[in-house]
């Protein structure tokens, strides 16, 4: 094996940007060959029939597979597409370059750790070396003030904490050339799956959806110029972020960041120049406030590992859980017969995204007002949310299923009063719920209230036009 070649295996971290495992192997001075390969598990099927990862996650990852391999040819390289296990993949290829050592970044949850052990075993039986790095949160776990297994089971406590003692470590550089292989054979570098190869079908495109993003480290550096600067939105984000029309009422960098297009230390950088040339208040702060979010989860998953995934959760307690499958396809479906729960769920399904408030209020109903197994919701959610990052989505859930990190014993949200807070005159289910349309005012998401004769009127019977409620939803004077 040669010393002076090493492979950069890029999962979730799709940048050139701040990526210390590419940094690293850039300043080693060896001929760096990238690689990504489609670990074709990731569209397996679920237990519930569902394909672990859907369509519109699928195209966004394309995308960003895409823009990265983009990226590597103006630095005068290329990137390998591989499809198959990581860990037989990789290492064939190492094998056949003749490279020494293999870089990557670090995971947390147990199905890419048990692929880091197998690539690592196979790599040393090959002679090859291996080297990991940590680059996912904006908090370096080295740089914590505890150890991880010592992470606090609440949050504030968490935050108040690494705020205090932890410094953040300025992003790293970005290269602008690599020592790529000359000789490398062209038919090494694979091409690009589609969405057929996996049995997907391209997302129609919804005339509803304001969702317009793109996969890839450029996109994702332009929507926070955007955001940031051409648009100046930053400075009321706290007070718009719990939105639910359009594409500024929220960052929207999540899809960015769950695949690693753009890192949380660049956010943070921008946010300090923006509260240094433009604004600094609660909402520049809450923008950061939210990436300690993303850490904890981070943390707490790597601490408590395959229980985030357990029913139980981390708490190890006991519930009785609904299986109803109809109700749960209903929930799935944006036709549970409650438009504040149903217009969310059609949101998701039409653009991969649903806004932090819509996903707080249809994992309750499905939790708190159906009993059914918040697992499902999360598995469903892992699915189809463009913005799906393993930690934050279990943990999440395990949050309203009560058996998170949570230090309330129940966080039910009563719907009809989240409707009065965040869409009292409706507007946002006569988008998503064409056939409710016709409703004026606030009466839209309580159609079971109207007479069977005003409903005539407007041409909609529940039960035909619309679903009866699968549960009657709480008044908002028992909210």
């Known amino acids: 094996m040669s010393p002076n070649r090493v492979i950069v295996w890029f999962r979730n ?52 597979i895409r823009n990265l391999r983009e990226s590597f040819q103006k630095l005068g390289g290329n990137l390998i597409i591989l499809q198959g296990k990581p860990e037989e993949e990789v290492i064939k290829l190492a094998e056949k370059l003749k490279v020494g050592a293999i870089f990557y970044s670090q995971e947390v949850t147990s ?25 996912s949160t904006l908090y370096h776990i080295d740089d914590l003030p505890f150890p991880v297994s010592q992470t606090p089971e609440v949050f504030t406590h968490f935050r108040k904490a690494v705020e205090k003692l932890v410094k953040i470590r300025p992003t790293g550089s970005t290269p602008s050339k690599i020592n790529f292989p000359s000789d490398l054979d062209p038919s090494l570098l694979g091409s690009l799956p589609s969405l057929q190869t996996y049995g997907l079908e391209k997302p129609a495109r919804d ?50 960041l769950a695949l690693g297009c753009i890192s949380p230390r660049l956010i943070y950088e921008e946010v300090k120049r923006y509260e240094k040339e433009r604004k600094k208040n609660d909402s520049t702060y809450w923008l950061i406030f939210e990436l300690i979010w993303r850490d904890y989860f981070r943390f707490i998953a790597k601490k408590h590992g395959d229980k985030i995934f357990n029913i139980r959760g981390i708490k ?37 995204f649903m806004s932090n408030r819509g996903r707080q209020i249809v994992a309750s109903f499905l939790v708190n007002d159906l009993g059914i197994d918040w697992t499902w919701g999360a598995s469903y959610f892992e699915s189809q949310l463009i913005d799906y990052d393993v930690c934050s989505n279990w943990g999440n859930w395990m949050y309203v299923g009560g058996v998170g990190n949570d ?3 129940n966080r039910y949200f009563n719907v009809l009063r989240q409707a009065k807070n965040y869409d009292r005159n409706g507007d946002y289910i006569r988008l998503m719920i064409p056939e409710l349309q016709a409703i004026k005012g606030f009466d839209i998401h309580q159609p079971w209230d109207l007479s069977t004769s005003q409903l005539r009127s407007l041409k909609i019977q529940l039960g035909h036009t619309y679903p009866h409620a699968l549960r009657k939803i709480p008044t908002l004077e028992k909210a």
């Open 111 to 135: 199905e890419e750790k048990t692929v880091d052990k197998s690539l690592e075993s196979a790599a040393f039986a090959k002679g090859i070396s291996t080297e990991s790095f940590w680059q």
């Open 207 to 256: 005339v509803k959806s304001w969702m317009e993003v793109e996969g890839g480290e450029h996109s994702g550096i332009g929507r926070l110029r955007s955001y940031f600067w051409e648009k100046d939105l930053l400075k009321d984000y706290k007070e718009t972020r719990n939105g639910l029309i359009g594409m500024d009422y929220s960052s929207k960098f999540s899809p960015w």
């Open 407 to 409: 230090p309330r014993e």
């Open 13 to 64: 971290d799709l940048r050139i940007a701040d990526n210390e495992t590419l940094i690293k192997a850039i300043q080693s001075g060896k001929e760096i060959v990238p690689v990504y390969c489609f670990d074709l598990r990731m569209w397996a099927k679920t237990a519930l029939g569902l394909t672990k990862t859907g369509a519109i996650r699928t195209k966004f990852l394309i995308e960003s």
């Open 316 to 352: 190890n307690q006991e519930d009785s859980w609904s299986r109803d499958k109809s109700q749960f396809e209903a929930w799935t479906e944006g036709m549970t017969g409650v438009p504040f729960v149903d217009a969310n769920m059609r949101e998701l399904n039409a653009t991969g």
